[in-house]
């Protein structure tokens, strides 16, 4: 480019910039500078070094926390996914006036603060709660049967707080099949059992693909629901994370665990974009 | 590659979506080896009749055999039946071998054979350089012949069309109809083909049924079809036709006279029910009126003087459209042997004789 046609593209885009320049800035200020922050504090306290860092190999106590989280989250993501499945594929099989009421009720509850949700989820499966005084009463139990404070409590809030994000790319990829293909497939000879595996599975695959990284993601940093459904029995990495620098002030601890916890997302996302294409999962294209 | 084709029977097959009768009490016998067409406009049934054929739609009432053999309850893939869908509805994921192959995998033939007749089949339809490409590389042409070799791969009982060439342009489709009927002289199948395209229907089939609002209005070889129309409505889908309503004057052996307006006609063939002073509704094909200058002395024919309102040239033919005393009527004539020159107010003389026009039921 010669001078003066810098000039032209600088002078051409420069409002442009502008324009964006605030928000530029409120990133900078407020979401790069502290995460670089927490990159460094994980480095230098309490001492310079990969000291921090050493602890994944050796602590129990780390690698307990790992496990658990990992563990719940395999959970969350396969159980959510089955789920989300049959949703979206009754969403993209539905008459599309009756779509819409259904797309209101799968995202009615990301309306509705995850506090709300997890103590809501408290009054039906505690001791005393809805289900176990029910089953009490019908006499099917005799014991009340221990759903809360527990990996199941927190894998039942999280499944349900996951739907909708495996919900809409599911559905996304369903929505742009053929509806012809699984005829076709059936008219060929395939039973509908082997339409479904053979045509209509596959053709969803990046859709799956995109669900599973978004919703074991978005696992992965759950902080509300475990702590509450878990009743601080179950430690997942968040809780961990928040345990150690806001109780015991052990902030080197605590910003390795968030520095692994955002590295291991980053590879994810990044395997994630050689398999699926990402505009795609998020709703463009 | 076909073995052995069968007979399908359609006995008084209805199907009710609430109210509406798609498909009303249609019974029809397609002969083994036969190139059938279900023929009409959108929303007579006749997509709807396939899929009930195919399985997709389970009749409401009504039996449909395959060589004596009810095959009203079986579900489509236990029917054996090769499908060409609208659109083609070709797997996108799988390669065109790998699609070609799917009905013999689904059918868990060895894999050898598979190769084999997969290879067979892409060599039928002249599409064996292209099987490992993916159906989106493809033409329409090329994609229309994979779900071809796909729907014959099989050696099904019968090959069900739906539309098969409605996607393509006017050339290609015409070069793919000579393609399709060849491959049913070869295959010796039944093909049963469902269109809205009454040109396509004409030139392929060996019989024609036509359906509207759900009911088989008439069948019959396309000749047939095209030169006796029972109703004004086949008249005007299959081609087209100059209509003449008018009131029986006469009723004479072979024939009856009958008269539009002031105009009086002759009409031979049969007088059916007709009495004398009954309405009588006569169809005319616009290419056997003769248009000449002069009023011809012959008795014998029917006469109708009118003015050119409208003329357009075809090349092969010119298009003329006449008003006279009975209406506007539409002729076509040779462009080499046209006897009058062609201009718009010009005073001419329409004739046709008794046999060339058919008499039809008004519906």
Not at chain 1, 31 to 37: D, N
Not at chain 1, 58 to 85: D, E, H, M, N
Not at chain 1, 147 to 168: D, Q, S
Not at chain 1, 210 to 225: D, E, N, Q, R, W
Request: aromatic share 8%; proline share 6%; with cysteine.
């Amino acid at each position: 480019m010669t001078r003066a046609s810098t000039a032209r593209f600088l002078g051409a885009s420069l409002p442009w910039w502008l324009l964006i320049l605030p928000a530029l800035v409120l990133m900078l200020v407020f979401y790069v500078y502290p995460l670089a922050e927490v990159l460094w504090i994980s480095v230098t306290e309490p001492e310079p070094g990969l000291g921090n860092y050493e602890r994944l190999l050796t602590s129990p106590a780390v690698q307990r926390v790992w496990v658990t989280t990992l563990r719940i989250c395999v959970i969350t993501t396969v159980i959510t996914l089955l789920c989300g499945y049959v949703v979206a594929y009754a969403l993209a099989s539905a008459p599309l006036r009756l779509q819409r009421w259904m797309f209101l009720f799968v995202l009615l509850p990301l309306w509705i603060s995850v506090l709300v949700r997890a103590f809501a989820w408290v009054t039906l499966l505690r001791r005393q709660g809805l289900i176990n005084e029910a089953l009490l009463a019908t006499g099917l139990i005799e014991e009340p049967l221990r759903l809360i404070w527990n990996e199941f409590g927190i894998a039942v809030g999280m499944i349900h707080y996951m739907i909708p994000y495996a919900v809409l790319p599911l559905y996304a990829s369903m929505r742009d099949i053929d509806p012809r293909l699984v005829p076709a497939a059936r008219g060929l000879g395939a039973s509908r059992l082997e339409a479904f595996r053979r045509v209509f599975l596959p053709l969803t695959l990046p859709g799956i693909i995109a669900a599973t990284v978004l919703v074991f993601i978005f696992s992965l940093g759950f902080y509300v629901t475990p702590a509450i459904l878990g009743g601080g029995r179950t430690l997942m990495i968040a809780e961990y994370i928040k345990l150690q620098i806001l109780d015991l002030i052990r902030w080197g601890l605590g910003t390795m665990m968030a520095s692994t916890l955002l590295i291991a997302i980053l590879l994810l996302l990044w395997l994630m974009s050689r398999l699926v294409d990402i505009r795609r999962v998020f709703g463009q294209g | 590659m076909a073995a052995l084709s069968q007979a399908l029977t359609i006995e008084r097959v209805s199907k009710h979506y609430g109210p509406v009768r798609a498909v009303d009490d249609v019974s029809l016998t397609i002969g083994r080896g036969r190139f059938v067409t279900l023929l009409g406009p959108s929303g007579s049934g006749k997509t709807t009749l396939l899929m009930a054929i195919a399985g997709f739609v389970a009749p409401t009432s009504g039996r449909i055999l395959l060589d004596e053999r009810p095959i009203t309850p079986l579900p489509p893939e236990k029917r054996n039946f090769g499908m060409v869908f609208q659109g083609y509805a070709l797997f996108p994921h799988m390669t065109v071998a790998e699609n070609v192959a799917f009905p013999l995998r689904v059918r868990k033939v060895p894999r050898a054979e598979i190769a084999r007749r997969v290879a067979d089949a892409l060599a039928l339809v002249q599409l064996g350089h292209l099987a490992d490409r993916l159906p989106k590389q493809l033409s329409g042409g090329q994609q229309q012949r994979v779900a071809l070799a796909r729907a014959l791969v099989f050696e099904p009982s019968l090959l069900l069309l739906d539309e098969p060439l409605s996607a393509l342009d006017k050339k290609l489709r015409a070069e793919l109809q000579v393609e399709l009927k060849e491959l049913h002289r070869r295959v010796g199948l039944t093909f049963i083909y469902v269109t809205h395209d009454q040109e396509e229907a004409l030139s392929m089939s060996d019989s024609i049924a036509i359906l509207r609002d759900g009911r088989l209005v008439q069948e019959g070889a396309p000749a047939a079809l095209y030169e006796r129309p029972a109703t004004r409505f086949v008249a005007d889908f299959l081609g087209k036709s100059n209509f003449l309503e008018g009131r029986v004057e006469r009723i004479e052996a072979g024939g009856f006279a009958y008269r539009v307006g002031s105009a009086r006609f002759v009409q031979n063939g049969p007088s059916g029910e007709l009495s004398v002073g009954s309405e009588a509704l006569v169809a005319l094909r616009p290419e056997k009126v003769m248009v000449l200058g002069e009023a011809p002395a012959d008795p014998a024919l029917n006469i109708l003087p009118g003015t050119i309102a409208a003329w357009s040239y075809f090349g092969s033919a010119f298009a003329l459209s006449v008003d006279t005393p009975v209406g506007r009527m539409q002729a076509t004539v040779p462009a080499w042997r046209c006897p009058i020159e062609p201009a718009e107010g010009r005073p001419v003389q329409l004739a046709w004789s008794a046999e060339a026009s058919v008499r039809v039921v008004a519906d």
